[in-house]
């Protein structure tokens, strides 16, 4: 095995590496769960998930999330001066934070914590995403360039130390919620800034007009995908925190949080279906096996998340105490949540593919709006367990939306050749859904799960050549 990584080309050990960071990251968040339900109660649990909702949508106009796309496009046309572009990406980014919080600071005078966060903790957020944007915007231009080496060891510190300086930190501060708060955001400050002094000394060219207007026409457009997308992950947190309180968005949380071990396994997935979707296409030649391999893919996400959800009681008692015990009757809508969010991507694919950005916008703006809407209607009427649900309907529709952008595509470019299996696509769904909500009763059944889960892993284990030979194809 040595003999053959030493053998690959540097973008395949470059895929590997990118991928063994991703996995160690969001693996030792879901690892560290445990140790912080038990230390602390679901109301304090639920600040560092609030703290992150608020997070990700002050980055979005902090940063306009320059670091995501524009930057892999920048590195590109303007290759001669790399360095120059990312020195003006951080000085602009620096001044989008300041005139930020010096909005936030307006509203903080006349209205108070707005957002339930006291001032100190606000300021120690915009830290957090002008460094960790800094840092984001050199690992980009590093993955460009396939030097993964100190990007991995990075990336992997700010996710192993962060939830160890939480736990350390939650024993000697009084508000323990906060304490995890502090561990994660010091640690990405403290790397973030050494990168951000590093890409200041690497360029002389830190305002460079030119780089500023290509990065306010290729982001600010993208602001409502951004903005929605995170709407309609994370704004449900925060209506369960104002409309029930912080011990409910503990609970709701954690089961968010469980449902990233299925996160991690259909990312995975993703980055090696959608290069070998591109490629198909491309080639045209074994169009074929796109339709049979995705249904194959689509079935394989489809039971992995039912293994998750058939498990609930078990992981809610492994991850958590007594205290979050009603988190199990949210998995199976989260969990089927992540499933149609897998299907979205596959179907988006299509419009990626063929640059039909202006369709992935609009669906993301119906879907938010929708879970907004229904959350508001339905948190209200049947508590926070209704959440679960109007998300996944909202991910339903994402993925209908796509769906239907897909096909409009499809007709602009392709004849309106269908590329996927839609009816075996449609029907997987159909049944994983129903299976998903119909297990709820049967949680108390141990005996009746169990039966079910040995059925899943003997029918694996008769298809696994199929499944390796998959994993092959698109490997």
Known sequence: MLNKYKKMSVVAKASIWAFIASILQRGIVVLATPIFTRILTPGEFAQYSLYQSWYDIFIIFSTLNVFNYATYSAMKKYDEDREGFIATAQTLITGLCILCFAIYYIFHIFAGDIIGFPLPIIILMFFDILFFASFNLWAAKERYDFKYKLMTILSVIMGAVGPILGIILIHFISNKGYGRIYGVASINILIGLLIYIYNLKKSKNRFNKKYIKFIFAYCIPLIPHFLS????????????????????????????????????????????????????????????????????????????????????????????????????????????????????????????????????????????????????????????????????????????????FMRKVSKKYADGYNYYDNKTILIISFLFTAFSLAIIPFYKSMIIRYSIILILFIFLLLKHKKIINLIKDIG
Request: net charge positive; charged share 15%; proline share 2%.
């Open 229 to 404: 997308s995170k709407l309609l992950t994370r704004f449900d947190r925060i209506m369960i925190n104002d409309m029930c309180g912080a011990a409910e968005a503990g609970i709701y949380s954690l089961a968010y949080s469980l449902s990233l071990l299925m996160s991690i396994v259909n990312d995975s997935i993703l980055k090696s279906f959608t290069p070998w979707t591109y490629q198909t296409i491309k080639d045209g030649n074994n169009l074929k096996s796109l339709k049979k391999n995705t249904n194959y893919m689509v079935l394989l996400v489809a039971l992995a998340n039912i293994i998750l959800i058939l498990f609930a009681p078990e992981a809610i008692r492994i991850f958590s105490t007594k205290e979050y015990y009603e988190a199990i009757y949210i998995i199976p809508s989260v969990s089927a949540s992540v499933f149609f969010t897998f299907l979205f991507n596959v179907f988006a694919n299509i419009e990626y593919y063929y640059s039909e950005t202006k369709y992935v916008a609009l669906a993301s703006i119906m879907a938010a709006v929708s879970n907004v809407v229904l959350n508001f209607i339905f948190i209200k009427k049947y508590g926070y367990l209704a959440a679960g649900y109007t998300t996944l309907f909202s991910y339903i529709l994402y993925a209908i939306g796509h769906y239907i």
